[in-house]
């Protein structure tokens, strides 16, 4: 959020410290009020009724935050925020088509605009249309400078409902070349791979993982698996003997039950294996 450069000194502070994000406060009646005080104090600020209209969000009131955009809007603010807002509104009120129109006006102006693209993504996907909803994911995503993961997996998983796991993969490279290497990212990609049969290219991703995590005994063991699968057993069960020396040297307290179930089933692979081997 921006503060208005009109508001009191004490009303700013107060605003300040909950501009980072209004989900975030767990008091959003707290903030409703310093919001509330602010615009007693300067009514024709168009951001102060931005603000309103992201508490009214919250509250699930829909009539109050549409009329609190259409008011800033008149007082100026920027009509292609507002108007992707209102988009975003109505799909929160459970009206996708009136969401449709509202978004599409905004991209008739404005083609190429990242937000409104990915709002109507998230329209098209409520709407039952996987084909638009991934088109749009798509290139919205890939004209943000540094994309949310959480958003770059709606746009995987867009893709894969559409049945485009080529465009998941790209996308999330594409991502991963601003943002880096991201384990919520990347986890996903290793699935996709793995899904088309590219065990290689799972292997490169996990190996991207672990120059971040050396040690990290779940990605080491999917990467064994991996190898397993692949018939280069030797190397599977070097890298499964490397995981039970890396558990052994961690203190009982920093073993989890994950990891006890992990040491478990390892124990047990290299037993079967020396099994088949007598």
């Not at 590219?198 to 990467?223: G, K």
């Amino acid at each position: 959020m921006r503060l208005s450069p009109a508001l009191t000194p004490a009303i700013a502070v107060t605003l300040a410290a909950f501009a980072p994000s209004v989900e975030a406060h767990p008091d959003i009646a707290e903030q409703e009020a310093f919001i509330e005080q602010a615009l007693q104090e300067s009514p024709a600020d168009p951001t102060l009724h931005l603000q309103r209209a992201l508490i009214q969000r919250q509250r699930a009131r829909w009539d109050e935050a549409a009329a609190s955009y259409l008011r800033a809007a008149a007082l100026g603010a920027d009509r292609d925020q507002v108007g992707v807002a209102l988009a975003q509104v109505f799909l929160d009120a459970g009206w996708p088509k009136t969401a449709e129109m509202q978004v599409q006006q905004v991209l008739q102006r404005r083609p190429e605009n990242a937000q409104a693209l990915i709002t109507r993504a998230h329209v098209r996907r409520a709407l039952g249309k996987p084909q638009g909803a991934a088109a749009d994911f798509e290139r919205g995503v890939g004209r943000l400078v540094h994309p949310e993961p959480g958003l770059v997996q709606q746009a995987m998983n867009a893709q894969l409902a559409a049945g485009r796991p080529e465009v998941a993969l790209q996308i999330a490279d594409e991502a991963m070349q601003k943002i880096g290497i991201v384990v919520s990212v990347q986890l996903p990609a290793i699935e996709i791979e793995l899904e088309l049969g590219r065990l290689e290219a799972a292997l490169a991703r996990i190996d991207a993982l672990l120059l971040q995590a050396p040690r990290h005994e779940l990605w080491l063991a999917q990467r064994g698996e991996i190898l397993e699968g692949a018939g280069r057993v030797a190397e599977a069960r070097a890298t499964y003997e490397h995981i039970l020396s890396l558990i052994q040297e961690r203190p009982p307290r920093r073993r989890s039950e994950k990891i006890a179930a992990l040491e478990r089933r390892l124990r047990a692979k290299l037993m079967q294996a020396e099994v088949s081997e007598e």
